[in-house]
């Protein structure tokens, strides 16, 4: 047997290919956490009304955003229950016996003028692509807005009237002396609160943080 054959040499090239381990690529997107200039090698989604949406944050940074993340936050118990019953058939249409489907989808594009190719839908889509955004504000801020229900656009006006809102609405003494929103009622006063120590700013103006 000659062990220096070239089908060897392949095969010691092949079997090394394998058990080598891979380099490492490094990230090209930066952590979307205001302030830091590591690698966001981890995707976390924006929230409600952004699926499919992501920030790109470090590993400290996405354990943080997590630990505070709650999808539901500011929903009603009938907006959740909704929710989770639509989930059970992926969020799709559906429709009630004896209903006419084709009804239902009468006049959209794709019935008017045939797509075979997918070219129309690409350029609709590629038409209502949004550009990635970068958070406005810290994890803690973000977290304070949407525990009262509110994204990075509102002001400092909208928050107080937001928190008058929401402390009648969850207030024992408005509900007949319910006590079951107090673990909610007080979220909402220390989000409050901390959200007095922050210049909010309107989109297009510079975040404090």
Partial sequence: ?????????????????KSGKAAAVPSTTPCDHPGCDKAGDFRA??????????????????REYNATYDYFSGMSDDAVARYQKEALVGHRPTWN????????????????????????????RQGQAEAPRRPRYSIA???????MGLDDTADAAAVKA??????????PDANGGDRSSE???????????????????PPGAAASR
């Fill in 97 to 124: 016996m004896g209903v006419n489907r084709a009804a239902g989808e009468a006049g959209s594009p794709d019935d008017l003028h045939p797509d075979s190719l997918g070219i129309f839908r690409a350029r609709a």
């Fill in 45 to 62: 989604p924006q929230g409600r009304d952004r699926e499919g949406q992501y920030f790109c944050f470090c590993i400290d940074h996405v």
């Fill in 183 to 201: 673990d909610k009622l007080r979220d909402i006063i220390r989000a409050y609160n901390f959200l007095k120590t922050i210049k909010l700013s």
């Fill in 162 to 171: 937001r928190y008058k809102q929401l402390v009648k609405q969850l207030h």
């Fill in 141 to 147: 801020t973000t977290k304070a807005l949407t525990t």
């Fill in 1 to 17: 047997m000659n062990l220096n054959s070239h089908h060897f040499d392949r095969i010691r090239s092949k079997s090394a290919g």
